[in-house]
C-alpha cells in the first residue's frame, strides 16, 4: 500500500499550507516522495483535515477525496497510478471549514456517496455562503512579522475587521494612530483600515 500525507498549517504561519504528499512503497515497508510524478496538484492543495481512498468512478482503482480548512472538497481521480484533479464534479462555491469526510453507498444504489463534516454552527463567526468570514495574513504594519486579520461583511454588505480598534491596535499600534477613536474606527472598512494595495497583496482565503 501507498500513503497520502495531508498538509494542515504550517507552525507559525497560519493560514499557510504545508505541502501534501503521495509516498510510494517499494513493496519492503521503504516509502519515497512521488508527488510529482503522480500528482503534482496535490503538493499545495491546501489545509487538509481529512481524506478517503474510493473507487468513485467504478473503474476498480482508488480515487483520492479532501476535505480542510479555507478550502472545498477535492476530488482527485487515479487514471493508471496518476491522479487528476475532478474537483469540479462538486460544488467548489462549497469552501468551508470542513473537518471530516467519509464515504459511502448510503442510500443503496451501487454508487458511493460522499459526507462532509463542517465547522457547524456552535462559533461566533456563523458565516453563510452570501456572507463569508474572509481571513488576510501579511506583515501589514511593516514590521517583519505576518498578521493575520479576520473580517466578516456587516448587514450593508460592507467588509469590516472581526476584531474591535483594541485587539487590532494590540496586533498593529498603528490602528490606534490612524484611528483615534472608536468612533473612527467604528466607521472604516477593512481597506480603509489596512489599505487595499496591502490586502490585494496578501494572502487571502474566504469561507
Given amino acids: 500500500l501507498d ?7 504550517v507552525p507559525g504561519a497560519y493560514p499557510q499550507a504545508p505541502r501534501s504528499m503521495l509516498l510510494r512503497n517499494d513493496g519492503q515497508g521503504r516509502f519515497t516522495d512521488a508527488t510529482l510524478e503522480w500528482a503534482p496538484d496535490l503538493e499545495k492543495v491546501g489545509m ?3 481524506a478517503a481512498f474510493a473507487d468513485i468512478d467504478g ?3 482508488p480515487d483520492l477525496l479532501l476535505c480542510g480548512e479555507w478550502m ?3 476530488m482527485f ?3 493508471r497510478g496518476a491522479l487528476t484533479d475532478a474537483s469540479q ?3 467548489t462555491d462549497l469552501v468551508g471549514w470542513w473537518r471530516s469526510l467519509a464515504v459511502a453507498d448510503l442510500d443503496g444504489d451501487g454508487d458511493l456517496d460522499v459526507v462532509t463534516g463542517n465547522i457547524g454552527l456552535n462559533n461566533k463567526f456563523h458565516p453563510s455562503k452570501e456572507k463569508p468570514l474572509e481571513i488576510y495574513m501579511d ?11 479576520l473580517a466578516k461583511h456587516g448587514s450593508n454588505g460592507i467588509c469590516v475587521p472581526v476584531r474591535g480598534r483594541e485587539c487590532s491596535s494590540e496586533q498593529m499600534p498603528f490602528i490606534k494612530e490612524r484611528f483615534s477613536t ?20 496578501a494572502l487571502h482565503y474566504s469561507a
Fill in 139 to 149: 506583515d501589514l504594519d511593516g514590521t517583519g512579522t505576518s498578521d493575520i486579520v
Fill in 89 to 91: 464534479r462538486f460544488d
Fill in 182 to 201: 472608536y468612533e473612527d474606527f467604528s466607521k472604516a472598512d477593512l481597506n480603509t483600515l489596512y489599505g487595499e494595495e496591502n490586502l490585494a497583496r
Fill in 72 to 74: 472545498p472538497i477535492r
Fill in 77 to 79: 481521480l487515479n487514471d
Fill in 48 to 50: 487538509v483535515t481529512g
Fill in 59 to 61: 473503474d476498480r482503482d
Fill in 3 to 9: 500513503l497520502f500525507v495531508g498538509g494542515r498549517n
